[in-house]
């Protein structure tokens, strides 16, 4: 599976944005996809997560109620809709792919990854 993150950008504070994953390659329908986050000196965290029929999502308490992942099988892209964002969450914002179920929020459990795109939020 190769994954292409889109849509990252400079926004305000309480601004929006959505961020796009298109994967091609093999079967899209069957993997569990997933956002997380690096900021500058800091470890790849955990933002969301979604089983592989969209049934199931699963949120970093930090984006909780702000954020929401979804997918469109059909388009193989999965999506990080960003609200009421806050400064703390500028990084570079990764989508990644796994087959098995479980363990959403280990990056080491992910076998594909996207390229990342960053997400500056100014005051």
């Known amino acids: 599976v190769q994954l292409q993150a889109s849509g990252g950008g400079l926004v305000q504070a309480g601004g929006s944005l959505r961020l796009a994953c298109a994967a091609s390659?093999?079967?899209?329908?069957?993997?569990?996809m997933a956002w997380f986050r690096q900021a500058p000196g800091r470890e790849r965290d955990f933002v969301a997560a979604?089983?592989?029929?969209?049934?199931?999502?699963y949120y970093a308490d930090s984006v909780r109620g702000r954020f929401t992942i979804s997918r469109d099988n059909s388009k193989n892209t999965v999506y990080l809709q960003m609200n009421s964002l806050k400064l703390e969450d500028t990084a570079v914002y990764y989508c990644?792919?796994?087959?098995?179920?479980?363990?959403?929020?280990?990056?080491?459990?992910?076998?594909?990854w996207g390229q990342g795109t960053l997400v500056t939020v100014s005051s």
């Open positions: 390659g093999r079967t899209f329908s069957g993997y569990a």
């Open positions: 979604i089983t592989w029929s969209g049934g199931n999502t």
């Open positions: 990644a792919a796994k087959i098995f179920m479980g363990d959403y929020g280990r990056p080491s459990k992910y076998s594909y």
